[in-house]
């Protein structure tokens, strides 16, 4: 299977949006997403973080009432070992 940016965006976005979805749904407040498993995909903790981070604006700007959402705060956990999670962690 050939990865590309184009694939593995769709999943992270596709994932993470319903993820919000449920939680709304259960009038969940806060939610915390790992920073889904990249070792595997063989892509760097930016482009992840990065794909997640714009999945999570869309869902904001496509709901129909943001502010009607019950998902308030949404965190991405990084694993503390990752300098390169860290990094970007710290930039956004």
């Known amino acids: 299977m050939v990865v590309t940016y184009a694939s593995v965006d769709k999943i992270l976005r596709e994932t993470t949006q319903a993820c919000l979805s449920k939680a709304d749904l259960a009038g969940v407040t806060s939610i915390a997403f790992p920073a889904f498993r990249r070792d595997s995909l063989n892509y760097p903790a930016d482009k992840v973080v990065w794909f997640m981070v714009t999945a999570i604006v869309e869902y904001y700007r496509d709901h129909p009432d943001p ?26």
């Open 67 to 92: 502010f009607t959402c019950s998902v308030k705060k949404v965190f991405i956990v990084c694993d503390g070992r990752d300098e390169e999670a860290k990094s970007v962690s710290s930039d956004i």
